[in-house]
């Protein structure tokens, strides 16, 4: 079968990131790209995982810690428009875009601040670094998030980045899609 939007995020992930890279998950949620990201860059790696919700962060630590691998990730209850604060250069951002699954649904990644995120992003990613971005946008604040990042992402410049979208055309329900950002 075809794979999914995620899985097609953490094929092109694997691909990119070895063992000792510092990556940056953007929307923690319940910590299963942070976990993912934990194992890829392993015990010498460093995750930056970002989230507003402290339930985003106790849901992710227990994660974590259950697999052992709490020791090479920081937590921060923060929005993730603060990676413009980071120093070192990353391999890889993932972004999930939405509601936390099990939480508050009126508690979302929105437009302005995710562009930020983004454009933030971009200034830490590594030449030869990636961004995945999967975009559910079955939201109320969805479809302008959506509208945002797709604009966004395809008006940057060729020369410098590779941006690629993945999407199900016929699905129905506002089906998910990837956008993925290469740096060159
Ligand atoms: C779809 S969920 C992420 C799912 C996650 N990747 C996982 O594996 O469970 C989106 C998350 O983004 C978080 N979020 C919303 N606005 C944010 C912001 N400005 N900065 C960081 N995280 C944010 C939400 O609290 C929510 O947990």
Redesign the pocket.
């Known amino acids: 079968m075809l794979p999914n939007v995620l899985e097609v995020a953490r094929q092109l992930i694997r691909e990119r990131v070895t063992t000792g890279a510092t990556v940056v ?12 990201l934990a194992q890829l860059v392993g015990a010498r790696g460093r995750v930056i995982a ?4 402290p ?2 962060i106790d ?2 630590r227990m994660r974590l810690e259950r697999e052992n691998v709490l020791d090479r990730v920081e937590l921060r209850l ?5 990676m413009s604060q980071l120093t070192e250069p990353v391999s890889a951002i ?8 099990g ?1 508050n649904k009126q ?4 437009a302005s ?2 562009i930020k ?1 983004i454009e933030a992003g971009m200034g830490t990613l590594k030449p030869g670094g990636i961004m995945t971005i ?1 975009v ?1 946008w079955g939201h109320p604040a969805g479809v302008a998030e959506k509208e945002a990042v797709e604009t966004f992402c395809a008006e940057l410049p060729q020369t410098e980045y590779l941006v690629l979208k993945y999407q199900y055309l016929n699905q129905r329900n506002q089906a998910p899609f990837l956008l993925a950002v290469e740096r060159r």
């Open positions: 998950d953007a929307t923690m949620g319940n910590g299963n790209d942070t976990l993912f970002y989230d507003i919700q339930q985003a849901n992710t923060d929005s993730h428009e603060k993932m972004f999930n875009l939405g509601y936390l699954p939480g508690i979302t990644t929105k601040s995710t995120a999967v559910y």
